[in-house]
């Protein structure tokens, strides 16, 4: 990657760290109180995504849940953990696990940006006569938008350190959904 792109790749994560932070920090609306335990849980919310897919000789296995912690009606924070398999009959299998934090910006009701860091385990193997193995780790930082309805968000990512070796397109679609 050229001195020229790092720079710039900075300066754009730079600049929606800021505008994540400052929607938060300038946003009107309800507060909750700091040092009420029983309160905690009321702002929790459970959620995820679930994959399958199957087809002659090829199947994919997608679980990814996840909890998020609203610290106003603007902002939440929140973990996850994703697990991924991948085969194709007498091809290569792939299983890809790993943690995520991810921060969600709703400026509107409808309007949802988010930042997430995901750092995964990928284990691939070839299964033709070469028996190609490989192992590493990947991490991603995905700056997404999505349209909310309710509970359901549907929109893009982009990967902004996407690593061309590895990943073969930097957008990332989505659904998320959060009880």
């Not at 912690?69 to 924070?77: C, D, F, G, I």
């Not at 091809?91 to 709703?106: A, E, F, H, P, R």
Request: aromatic residues 14%; proline residues 4%.
């Amino acid at each position: 990657m050229k001195k020229s792109d790092l720079r710039i790749n900075f300066k754009l994560i730079l600049a929606v760290l800021t505008l994540v932070f400052s929607v938060g920090v300038f946003a009107q609306g309800k507060t909750y109180p700091a040092n009420s335990p029983s309160n905690f849980w009321q702002h929790v919310q459970f959620g995820g995504g679930i994959g399958l897919s199957f087809s002659s000789g090829y199947t994919d296995v997608f679980l990814a849940p996840s909890a998020i912690y609203n610290l106003n009606p603007v902002v939440a924070v929140g973990a996850g953990l994703n697990l991924n398999y991948v085969a194709s009959n007498n091809y290569y299998s792939s299983l890809v696990y790993g943690i995520s934090t991810l921060v969600l910006v709703n400026p509107i009701p409808q309007i949802q940006l988010s930042v997430g860091l995901n750092e995964s385990r990928v284990n691939y193997q070839e299964e033709n006569s070469s028996n190609y193995s490989e192992d590493y780790w990947d991490t991603s930082l995905i700056l997404g938008a999505g349209y909310r309805t309710g509970n359901v968000t549907i929109g893009i990512g982009f990967n902004v350190l996407q690593n061309d070796r590895y990943d073969t397109d930097p957008f990332v679609p989505f659904i998320r959904a959060y009880f």
